[in-house]
């Protein structure tokens, strides 16, 4: 049994890129219905107390959607914050510079990433046990750690992320994705 868990900011926070209407859905709806389903789903099996962590890499069908769903969303939240206040840790510039050039060319490939993603999805970035740091991009609910990899960052391209601000218009809610950026919890992470 889960909780959806608090929106770590104001409903408002991320305007004028995500709008309070986007977050009255997208969290008060869509990340509710995938706690309600999960709940509903695993009641009396194995993964009703399990962490969810463990549930993605063991779970299928509807209890691993909706259960790796509960997860990626939450990530999400924290992954952003207000408008143009964090930015990315020496540590961690340096290595994005290493592995992809610049900080513009990161965000060239991972923009990239998340706007040629086919249908619904992630984008992530993620690192390995090494601090190697690779961009991942996964249908549906899947997510990287099933495949061993430590998720550090990601972006919903599912289209209900941005459908009322954008309409069909994901490159416009990509780019502005690096504005709400939350990279301190990134900086945390790697
Ligand atoms: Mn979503």
Redesign the pocket.
């Known amino acids: 049994m889960i909780t959806l868990p608090p929106l770590p900011f104001e409903k408002n926070a991320l305007e004028p890129y995500i709008s309070a209407t986007t977050l009255e859905f997208?969290y008060g709806k869509?990340h509710q219905a995938y706690v309600d389903n999960f709940n509903k789903l695993s009641a009396g099996t194995e993964f009703e107390n399990m962490p969810l962590e463990e549930v993605i890499k063991k779970a299928t069908g509807g209890i691993f959607n909706n259960g790796a769903q509960v997860w990626n969303?939450t990530f999400?939240w924290n992954c952003l914050n207000k408008p143009d206040t964090t930015k990315p840790s020496d540590k961690l510039l340096k290595a994005i510079e290493n592995q992809f050039g610049s900080l513009d060319n990161f965000k060239e490939q991972f923009s990239n990433a998340a706007v040629t993603l086919f249908g619904s999805g992630w984008a992530w970035l993620c690192k390995d046990e090494f601090g190697k740091l690779y961009i991942n991009q996964t249908s549906n609910a899947e997510n990287p750690i099933k495949n061993g990899l430590t998720p550090i960052m990601t972006i919903?391209v599912?289209e209900?992320?941005y459908y009322l601000d954008k309409q069909n218009r994901r490159p416009d809610y990509v780019k502005d994705f690096w504005h709400i950026l939350n990279w301190d919890f990134v900086n945390q992470l790697y």
């Open positions: 997208h869509h969303h999400y919903d599912w209900h992320a």
